[in-house]
C-alpha cells in the first residue's frame, strides 16, 4: 500500500488509516469492558440495595442508554461534520467518547453519594454512545474519501478492523484481571483499570487526528457549493430510501455481533456452566476470525462490489443461524469455538464491506450524516436488544429459536440489500 498515496493534503496513507482504526477500536473497547463491568460490579456498586435483580436490572438499563444516545450523537455529529468538516467532527466525537469512559474510573459509589452516583453513572454512558454516534461515519468517510481509485473497500474496512482490536484489548485485559486479582479486589478498585488504561487508545487517536487535513471529497463539495443547513433534512428529503435501506442492511452484522459475544458468553458461562475465563479465551481465539473476514471481504469488494459481499455474508449468516443451535449446544467447546469462529468471519462479510458501502450511497455534502444515521439506527434494531432478546428466546425454547432469530436478521438485511443495486452512485464523489 506504499505506493499508494491518498490526497490527503500530506497526511500520510498509514495515518489516515489509523487514524480511521483507532476510533472504532476505542467504540469496541468501551462496549466490553462496560458490559463486563455491568453484569459484575455496577449493580451493588451504584444502585440502591433493593435486591441484586433490581441493582443488575439498572445496570443494563445504564448500558442500555448509550445505545440511544448515539443517533442523536451522529445527527449532531453528523450536521458538523458536513457543514465544517470531517478532521474537526472526528477530533471533537473522541474527545467526548474518551473523557466519558475515562471519568468513569474515577467515579464515587452509591455507598458514597446515594443517588447521585447512578446519576453520574447514566450521564457518562450517555455520553459514550453521544460520542460514538459521530466516531464510526466519520471514521468510515475519512478513510474512504482518501482512498485511491480502486481501493476504496480496502480504505474502508480499517475502520471495521477497530472492532476485533477493541474486543481483544478489552477481553484481553478482563481475562488477566480474572487471574491476578481476587473477585473482592476486582469489586474494591480493579474494575476501575480498564476504564483508566482508556486513555491509552484515545490518546494515541488524539495525536493521529490532529495531524490530518480535511478530506479531499469535502473540499471539493465546499468548491462546489455552500454546505446544508440542515444536512439531515436533505438527507430524508432526498435519500429516503437509500436511508431505510441503508439503516436494514446494517441489521445483520450487529445482530451477529451481539449473539456471538454478549450473549454468547452470558449462555455459556450460565447455561452451559464454563468459567468466564474460559469462555473468555474461546472468544479470543474466535475474534482472531472477524479480523480474517474483514479483510477478505475488502478485497473482495473492490474487485466486485461491497452490496454483492454484504448480500454473499448474509446468505451465509442464515445458514450459521441453522448451525447454532447444533454446535452451541453439542456440549463441546471445541464445537463452540468452531461455531464463533465461524459466525465472526461471517460478520466480517457483513461489517467490513459497510465502510464503503454507506458512504456511497450519499453525495459527500451529507454522507457524513446520512451514513451515521443508517449504521447507528440500524445498531438500535439490530443490537440494541438483542442479547437481551436471544436469552429470553433461550430461556423459553432453547437454542433454535436463537438461530432463527439471527437468521432472520440476516434476510432482513438481504432483503434491505436487494434493490440497491444502482443506489451507490456517490461511491466516487
Known sequence: MSNTKAGAGGA?????????LVGTAVEFYDFYI????????????????????????????SFAIAFFARPLGSFVFGHYGDRIGRKSTLVASLMVMGVSTLLIAF?????MVGWVAPALLCTLRFGQGFGLGGEWGGAALLAVENAPPGWRARF????????PVGFIAANGLFLLLGLFLTPEQFQAWGWR?????????VGVGLW????????????????????????????????????????????ACFAIFYLATAFALGYGTTTLGYSRETFLGVQLGAILFMAVGIVAAGWWADKSSPRLVLMAGCGATVVAGALLPVMMGAGSLALIWAFLSLALFLMGFVYG??????????????????????FNV??????????????????????????????????ISLTALAPLKNASRHAEA
Open 12 to 20: 500520510s496513507t498509514r495515518r489516515i488509516l489509523l487514524a480511521s
Open 34 to 61: 462496560y458490559a463486563t463491568a455491568a453484569s459484575l460490579v455496577f449493580g451493588p456498586l451504584f444502585f440502591p440495595s433493593a435486591s441484586p435483580s433490581a441493582q443488575l436490572l439498572g445496570a443494563y438499563a
Open 107 to 111: 467515579l464515587p459509589t452509591y455507598a
Open 156 to 163: 474502508g474496512m480499517f475502520p471495521q478492523l477497530g472492532a
Open 193 to 201: 483499570l480498564p476504564f483508566l488504561a482508556s486513555a491509552i487508545l
Open 208 to 251: 493521529v487526528r490532529l495531524k490530518l487535513t480535511e478530506t479531499p471529497a469535502f473540499q471539493a463539495s465546499l468548491a462546489e457549493a455552500p454546505p446544508p443547513n440542515v444536512p439531515l433534512a436533505e438527507v430524508l428529503r432526498h435519500y429516503p430510501r437509500e436511508t431505510i435501506a441503508g439503516t436494514f442492511a446494517v441489521v
Open 353 to 374: 464491506p459497510l465502510g464503503a458501502f454507506l458512504p456511497g450511497l450519499f453525495p459527500a455534502r451529507v454522507r457524513y450524516t446520512g451514513a451515521s444515521m443508517a
Open 378 to 411: 440500524g445498531g438500535i434494531l439490530g443490537g440494541g436488544l438483542a442479547p437481551i432478546i436471544a436469552q429470553a428466546l433461550a430461556d423459553r425454547g432453547g437454542l433454535v429459536p436463537v438461530g432463527v432469530y439471527l437468521a432472520v436478521a440476516a434476510l
